[in-house]
């Protein structure tokens, strides 16, 4: 039996697309070709990996199980890449990094500037969505570490402090002379949301102790700027990290309200496997995103 570890990638790709095009197309390889070499790994198994229908794929029960044994196979090759180089001591080669969307445009450009001074023949691969899809691809091994708002409360991941940053109200622009809102009338007020799956939405929420299915609400956005654009429209009021305001208040007709002390805050942090060998070079990396974020060394991160 003959099973290579490009086989088991391919298998990897589309045992999570279920879809034999966006597989091909993660692997970087023709659809023919994801299929030929499927089918070599099954045959050299002799087991069906995958239900073949008209309009669906689906993983056989040998399939699951299959997954089940691939996957920690994968995830200790890469980590032993990892470990190679760190051993190298030659700094960062690859770097495979996810942040969430509330924090991705406003850190970003400062933060791949300040990466590749620090690390000039760096490779970054840039994965860009919610946290629970970057918590199970930083365990599966897909990433090496992410950009996130803690606490993650996971004990397989290492949590790095790196800074907190304030909440701020956005109203429309007529708003501009009204009297300051406090946390405690928000729940009055037609608060728009992120749509489920944000941890910004959930941290909202529990901010302003409002029902998420209360009367009024029901409009949610996809992003901070589509929220902002519809508070500028007249529909209501949003909340922002403070990270957000000049790039999302810039052409939109909108005021800012800060909130009196104690105001709400999120804590952002760097997270990874705590089994990742490269701990030292991602505590590196904490400190380039501090940079990157204008956080000097004498701001202690949150705890």
Avoid at 11 to 35: T, V
Wanted: charged share 20%; aromatic share 4%.
């Amino acid at each position: 039996m003959n099973i290579t570890l490009r086989q088991l990638r391919y298998f990897k790709a589309l045992a999570e697309d279920l879809h034999f095009g966006r597989a091909a197309d993660r692997c970087a390889i023709s659809q023919p070709a994801l299929s030929v070499q499927i089918r070599e790994l099954e045959e050299n198994l002799g087991v069906e990996l995958f239900e073949r229908q008209p309009r669906a794929l689906r993983l056989t029960q040998r399939g699951e199980e299959f997954a089940e044994r691939a996957n920690p196979i994968l995830q200790a090759v890469d980590e032993l890449g990892d470990w190679a180089q760190t051993a190298r001591g030659r700094g960062l080669s690859l770097l495979r990094l996810g942040i969430i969307p509330t924090i991705a445009p406003y850190l970003l450009p400062n933060f791949i500037s300040a990466l590749t001074e620090a690390h000039p023949k760096v490779d970054l691969h840039v994965r860009e969505t919610v946290t629970p899809r970057l918590v199970d691809e930083l365990l599966d091994g897909q990433l090496d570490a992410a950009i996130v708002a803690l606490p993650l409360d996971e004990p397989a991941l290492v949590e790095t402090p790196l800074f907190t940053e304030e909440m701020v109200l956005i109203r429309p622009n007529t708003d501009q002379n009204a009297t300051p809102v406090q946390l405690d009338t928000l729940a009055s007020m037609r608060l728009l949301l992120l749509e489920e799956g944000h941890c910004f939405r959930d941290q909202a929420i529990s901010f302003c102790n409002i029902n998420p299915n209360r009367p009024g609400g029901g409009l949610d956005g996809s992003s901070l700027g589509t929220l902002v654009q519809m508070v500028g429209a007249g529909i209501g009021v949003t909340l922002i990290p403070e990270m957000a305001i000049d790039v999302e208040t810039r052409s939109a007709p909108v005021c800012i309200n800060r909130f009196d002390a104690p105001a709400p805050q999120r804590s952002i942090g760097l997270a990874w496997r705590a089994s990742n060998p490269m701990g030292e070079m991602l505590n590196e990396l904490a400190d380039i995103v501090q940079k990157a974020a204008g956080r000097g060394e004498d701001q202690q991160p949150a705890a």
